[in-house]
């Protein structure tokens, strides 16, 4: 057995060791609908799922304004249909079935020029025996609109199937051109009935304890944004998702909320589930992970563990705040005082070990440092990594760099 000698060695040893790339790693799911597919694909590439749903999907069977827009199409002329997602041109279908209008539907949009925003509505479209006229590359709304506007609509008539809530600017721009248009509302989302997992995830995210958050819909982005604010956490979390978390989004549609508020996210080339997987496998362990050589280990720090030789251990928050913190200045001295600023009192659960400053806020003990740095040890299972240097303070035990000198 080879045994690796230095660092790009052990790293690659680590890399090689460890096939779940994402192991160490917390990701947040909020998606509704395809969570458990999601959830699967994440826990199969090694991550730590947290499972906080944003948003419950309400069917409209019983809904007026749908059995009007669809009584609208049927008994008047289009000129166009926007098909904007499979479930939503099923579930339009699927409820015109119920009220007995299915056939005449069909036969409706047999004659209609019929858009569709991607594949899975063109795929919805195709099963029911009907073909689409064009379908953008992109799979944008925007797309399918200026193709619209490549258009003289005035005097048109175009169905819009939603999915999930109101288009108003898509919607508005073909208005203005002269259109009318029929607004199909097949679904729409709502907040979910119980917020305290969304609540608990959001407060994880704030305080670093989970590294990514995976959102796959516009309305899911939205929610979790309102639960926050309500708990006075909006500008805390954006702030969080602009710095060390990883705000991962199926699509541009979905990231919209979050770009407007200067969050940078994290996109897959296509809108897809095992798409955005990937984006996250890629990104996330680049962004979070780092790696150091302390005292001729290879030391990775990840989300919630750190990778040691090539072996996972997981490290529990408090430690891991010492170890972030001293990993920031491998080798330098960090002093208790200062290790005590990197402990709230919400990781260390009150008690002994929490003091208060003159601000009233709760405040780490030098105590609770000392506390925190014994578990970090133990947690790493190797001597001499973390070193005390007395009456000053921690450091890391990194291995100097050697400098050479022509002769």
Known sequence: MNVPTDLGERAAAAMNTDSEPLAGFAVGVTAARR?????????RRGARVVHAPAIRLVPLSDDAELLQATTTCIGERLDYVVVTTGIGFRAWLETADGWGMR?????????VPILARGPKARGAIRSAGLTERWSPESESCEEVLRHLLTRDLAGTRIAVQLYGQPLPDFTAALRGAGAEVIEVPVYRWSRTDDSTPLRRLVGQAVAGTVDAIAFTSAPAVTATLAVAAEDGLEEALLEALRTHAVAACVGPVTAEPLTARGVPTVQPERARIGALVRAIVS???????????????????????????????????????????????PGHVVSR???????????????????????????????????????????????????????RGYRLACDPVRVEVPR
């Open 283 to 329: 990104d996330l362990p680049r962004r979070r992970a780092r790696l150091i050589n302390v005292r001729g280990h290879a030391l990775e720090l990840r989300g919630h563990a750190v990778v040691l030789d090539g072996q996972l251990r997981p490290i529990a928050p408090a430690p891991m705040a010492i170890l972030r913190a001293l990993a920031r200045r």
């Open 35 to 43: 969570h458990e597919e999601l959830a699967a694909l994440l826990e």
């Open 103 to 111: 056939d005449d539907l069909i036969e409706c949009l047999h004659k």
């Open 337 to 391: 005082a200062e290790l005590c600023t990197v402990l709230p009192s919400r990781m260390l659960g009150g008690g002994n070990g929490t003091a208060f400053a003159r601000d009233g806020r709760p405040q780490a003990d030098e105590h609770a440092v000392e506390m925190a740095v014994a578990r970090l040890r133990r947690g790493l299972g190797r001597s001499g990594i973390v070193e005390t240097v007395v009456k």
